[in-house]
């Protein structure tokens, strides 16, 4: 006998769930994005038999509502930063003029058929599919709809989902999903929190002429990253005129005749300014509201699930979770794919060797780009390492003054003794590029010589390396 949870209805009392099971599957796979997907390609290549839950479109953000879209609309503003930076090569060129609508629908194009393709290849691979939301019942039975499946593992994948505020008129607020399908560029915007996606974004729309302003209520934006590379980005970037305004908590935001009113306090006084639109780019959390964990006996800290070092529920070592919903690890496309991978692995209980997190690169697709792979400074001394740190500013190196680059730094942190690279932190000079020699060095654990007596084509930015070690 299967014991009911109970769920609320939307326009009533509380009321019992029937608990007939209509399916039995080896695993079901709740998210269809990068890591849950990765997951459901192990479990079936291993012979079981899956269930692959979508509440939204098949592929998930980075596909549909994030990264890939976002990069086409970087990829317009480097074509607008070479234009700019045509007269510095002795070339004549007319003001160049964004059609912000024509790359909107542009960019749309690349999010036409991703899901349909993807729903295919799984109907393909005879993984079973289901769009609708998914919600535990029991502590192996998830509902979708009406419909009740058992699996002997499931897996959360359902990503991430911008972190509410909860201000008075933060109805008021967009997201970033919204600027990256509104045809309308707006002729001012306060982005609330200083993160990947706020500057990214924020070096698009300046490019397109947008007045731009980052509200950031800690010391600096980007607070992961190096703190140095980070000032040497902010600098670059209020000469291109983004405004940026520290330690500012925003306190409402409210709507006027001329705008939106965004109210906040620097140092305990009030302020405020007006701006055509207001995005919420805070962060993003977990996205497990509405999953019914209680019913599954999955404990949980609001939006922090308890788990092992295995990605399972301490509470319910059936449940595992992967990708962006994990509390602890860093939100990006490839690492949640390799997460799903290692955990389909586990799931079907085949060995799998835990993930490098130290050797994962990722870079902030401003112009210049930010990359960096490994430890911050900051982190390196915490853990009482000995080591080194190399900087330079590359911005008088021939290659630099080739492709008038103004802004271009490299921080790379080395070991004494081993030579191992702990870190480094690129700014500019294909900065997106190289930073995945430095991942690999860091993943076979080499010492900075293998990366200076290395070949490398030249001139290029990574003959340069040898000079940043």
Not at 45 to 57: C, F, I, M, P, T
Not at 140 to 166: F, M, N
Not at 205 to 223: D, F, H, S, W, Y
Not at 298 to 306: A, H, I, L, T, Y
């Given at each position: ?12 009392p ?19 994005g ?54 510095g ?29 993807i ?10 599919y ?12 998830v ?6 499946y ?46 990947v ?26 607070p992961?990253?190096?703190a ?6 902010v ?8 405004k ?6 925003l306190?409402?935001?409210t ?12 140092a ?13 780019t ?15 006996q ?10 092992d ?5 301490t ?7 992967a990708?962006d ?34 050797a ?16 911050t400074e900051?982190?390196a ?8 740190v ?7 190196w021939r ?6 680059e ?6 790379v ?15 500019g ?14 993943q076979h654990?080499?010492a ?11 001139p ?10």
């Amino acid at each position: 006998m299967i014991t009911a949870c109970y769920v609320k209805s939307n326009s009533g009392p509380k009321t019992a769930l029937p608990m007939s099971i209509v399916n039995n599957v080896d695993v079901i796979v709740i998210g269809a994005g990068n890591a849950g997907l990765a997951a459901a390609s192990v479990a079936k290549e291993a012979g079981w038999s899956v269930l692959v839950v979508e509440s939204r479109d098949a592929g998930g953000t980075c596909p549909i509502r994030g990264c890939v879209p976002k990069k086409v609309l970087v990829a317009a503003a480097e074509a607008l930063d070479v234009i700019n930076n045509a007269a510095g090569h002795g070339i004549e060129v007319s003001k160049p003029k964004l059609n912000w609508s024509a790359l909107i629908e542009r960019e749309q194009g690349f999010v036409e058929g991703v899901s349909e393709s993807i729903e295919a290849s799984l109907k393909r691979r005879e993984i079973g599919y289901v769009k609708g939301h998914a919600r535990f019942v029991d502590r192996h039975i998830v509902a979708v709809g009406d419909e009740r499946y058992e699996g002997r593992k499931i897996l959360v994948a359902t990503g991430s989902t911008p972190r509410t505020l909860a201000i008075p008129g933060a109805e008021f607020l967009i997201t970033s999903e919204h600027l990256l399908s509104s045809p309308e560029l707006p002729e001012s915007i306060v982005f609330i929190g200083g993160g990947v996606i706020a500057m990214e974004l924020a070096h698009v729309l300046v490019r397109a002429g947008t007045k731009v302003t980052i509200l950031e209520r800690g010391e600096r934006p980007l607070p992961a990253l190096d703190a140095d590379a980070v000032e040497h980005l902010v600098t670059h970037s209020e000469a291109l005129g983004i405004k940026f305004l520290r330690n500012a908590v925003l306190t409402a935001v409210t709507k006027s005749d001329a705008g939106l009113v965004v109210q906040y306090e620097q140092a305990g006084v009030s302020h405020e300014l007006i701006a055509e639109a207001v995005a919420n780019t805070s962060g993003r959390v977990a996205n497990i509201e509405g999953l019914g964990l209680d019913c599954a006996q999955v404990e949980s800290d609001g939006n922090r699930v308890m788990l092992d070092e295995q990605g399972r529920s301490t509470s319910n070592p059936s449940i595992f979770f992967a990708g962006d919903v994990l509390p602890s690890t860093p939100q990006l496309s490839p690492l949640a794919t390799r997460e799903g991978r290692v955990v389909g692995r586990q799931i079907v209980g085949l060995d799998a060797a835990p993930l490098n997190y130290m050797a994962n690169p990722s870079a902030v697709f401003t112009l210049p780009a930010l990359a960096q792979v490994g430890r911050t400074e900051a982190m390196a001394k915490s853990e009482g390492l000995d080591f080194r740190v190399v900087e330079n500013d590359m911005s008088t190196w021939r290659s630099a003054r080739t492709y008038l680059e103004k802004t271009t730094y490299a921080k790379v942190l080395i070991e004494n003794g081993s030579n191992r690279i702990l870190g480094a932190h690129l700014l500019g000079h294909g900065s997106q590029e190289t930073i995945h020699a430095f991942a690999f060095a860091i993943q076979h654990g080499l010492a900075s010589e293998s990366l200076a007596d290395a070949a490398y084509a030249y001139p290029t930015f990574h003959s340069d390396l040898k000079y940043l070690l």
